[in-house]
């Protein structure tokens, strides 16, 4: 199953207004991208860092989530030094290391933590459904809003097809190798997948036809925003603003 | 003095699948009489397939379907025989898209121009009335089994229909959960057209038995002798088949 542990649970975050969490991402999102400062985009890490913690994420979960987004950094590590250039080159053993690379290398793992942990903190912790209905209150096309809706909705339905065929196929003694077998057997299990989603699809639609859908989808009532959550917009803007401010001082 | 047409007539319903040389159904009549039909028949036999034609999302080859003594011909009229007649699909995943419980059941309602207050209040007491209070917010997908089950025909019930086509609404689900759908169906107002293999299920929610037989529908005679076998939940404890 595809899950959204991150928005289980019942911190600050958790209980703020959709559309007030969407914007205060983009806003610090917006400073931390764009920056090319050290000292932003580190002052950034530790604040962004600091939300999260307050969002209460579950340490094992949010190691991996961190592991798997610093494996493409690591990458970065890898090799920017080695290819960047510029005057400042350090000779180790054989190998000219780049100064200027290892400081982009460098920058460029705190923005990605920075936004990361933004994200982790403030979108983390809704749900796919609600940032789609949030993000439609806060202006964007109803037709893309429907869009992410049922993209998500169908990426369920497609890992639940592939599960079950894959299960099936396993139940009858299908152990992957490196054969043709294999590669033909996944071959069938894609094909049947896409095939049996898209029937799925036809019937969801039908299901909806019948319930007298026209192409429009009309929102059930929201909860308003309430003061604290104006309060927590004021808070996140104001970090932003701290954080765009600093090269200024 | 004149009667009421028939909520719903068929008239000589034809079909054949694509790609399918002789015809799944042939012929069917049917009028709608009674309020509490048992629609038997073999796997394959076209149960599914009938109820998808009268509900106008496959059309038949050949015949008429008449709702409320009028003849249903285009997509326009579809609309409007969809709004009476509610169909719980065979699989519950297929029947509900929307993320929480309490925007599907309001997704019906809100399509048929209720005011979102007025779609939140029918959809609250609907999910109350089958036991679903405090599900509002449960998200579909993560639903168990018979709880999808449930709301699916949540989902239809507040659309207030005057007739329920149920495919198959007993597979899969558990004695206490076949139960609790038994006595929700039992105190229901609506008519309702019920597909199952399921003969006790059938003989406690319906009157009549209907069968496709030899790509006809045919009426069982009333009180048929039949056997069953089955395992009882709780061992040997007095049981009641109902009539
Ligand atoms: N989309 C389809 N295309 C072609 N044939 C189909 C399709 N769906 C169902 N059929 C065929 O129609 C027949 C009747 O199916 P169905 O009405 O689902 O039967 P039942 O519900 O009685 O088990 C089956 O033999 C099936 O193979
Ligand atoms: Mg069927």
Redesign the interface.
């Known amino acids: 199953m595809i899950e959204e542990p991150f928005a289980e649970g019942n911190t600050l975050f958790h209980r703020r207004d959709t559309r007030v969490k969407l914007i205060a991402a983009a806003a610090i999102t917006l400073v931390l991208a764009l920056t090319s400062s050290f000292l932003v985009a580190s002052t950034g890490c530790i604040l962004t860092g600091m939300l999260l913690a307050l969002s209460r994420p579950t340490p094992s979960l949010l190691l991996r989530r961190i592991g798997s987004v610093n494996l493409f950094t690591l990458f970065l590590w890898l090799t920017l030094p080695l290819t960047y250039g510029g005057d400042k080159i350090v000779s180790f053993f054989f190998l000219d290391i780049s100064l200027d690379g290892l400081r982009t290398a460098a920058l460029i793992t705190l923005k990605t933590n920075g936004i990361l942990f933004c994200f982790l903190a403030l979108l983390a912790t809704s ?4 940032l789609g209905h949030g993000l439609e209150k806060l202006g964007m096309p109803r037709k893309l809003a429907f869009l992410l ?2 993209s998500y ?1 169908q990426l ?2 497609i890992h ?1 097809e592939y599960q079950r065929l894959q299960r099936a196929a396993r139940l009858r003694g299908f152990a992957p190798s490196n054969s043709l077998h294999t590669y033909r057997t996944y071959s069938y299990l894609f094909g049947m997948t896409l095939v049996k989603s898209w029937n ?1 699809a036809e ?2 639609h ?9 192409g429009r989808l ?4 929201q909860p308003q925003p309430c003061r604290e959550d104006y309060l927590f917009l004021i808070g996140m803007l104001l970090i932003s603003l701290l954080l765009a401010g600093i090269p200024f001082f | 003095m004149t009667t009421l047409p028939p909520l719903l007539e068929l008239r000589n319903i034809s079909y054949s699948s694509p790609g399918q040389s002789s015809p799944l159904l042939e012929g069917v009549n049917f009028i709608l009489r009674e309020g509490r039909i048992g629609l038997i028949g073999p796997n394959g036999s076209g149960k599914t397939t009938l109820f998808q034609i009268i509900m106008g999302l496959l059309k038949a080859d050949a015949g008429e379907i008449l709702l409320q003594g009028k003849v249903m011909e285009q997509e326009k009229d579809f609309r409007k025989l969809r709004r009476k007649l509610g169909f719980l699909f065979q699989d519950s995943d297929d029947q509900l898209f929307s993320p929480t419980v309490l925007e599907d059941v309001a997704f019906g309602p809100l399509n048929l121009g209720a005011s979102p207050e007025e779609a939140q209040k029918i959809s609250i007491s609907t999910l109350e009335h089958l036991g679903l209070k405090g599900f509002e917010e449960r998200i579909t997908h993560r639903l168990s089994g018979g709880e999808k089950k449930l709301v699916a025909l949540a989902t239809i019930l507040s659309m207030q229909p005057k007739l329920l086509l149920l495919d198959e609404p007993s597979n899969n689900l558990d004695p206490t959960t076949r139960e609790r759908l038994i006595k929700i169906l039992r105190g229901l107002d609506q008519a309702h057209i019920i597909i199952s293999h399921d003969l006790d299920f059938l003989a406690s929610t319906c009157t009549q038995l209907y069968a496709i037989q030899d790509r006809q529908l045919v009426r069982c005679e009333d009180k048929q002798v039949h056997s069953h076998e089955h395992i009882h939940p709780y061992g040997d404890k007095p049981h009641q088949h109902g009539t």
């Open positions: 749900t796919v459904a609600n809706l049922f909705r369920f339905v639940q799925r019937r969801v039908q299901a909806m036809i019948l319930r007298g859908f026209n009309i929102p059930l009532n």
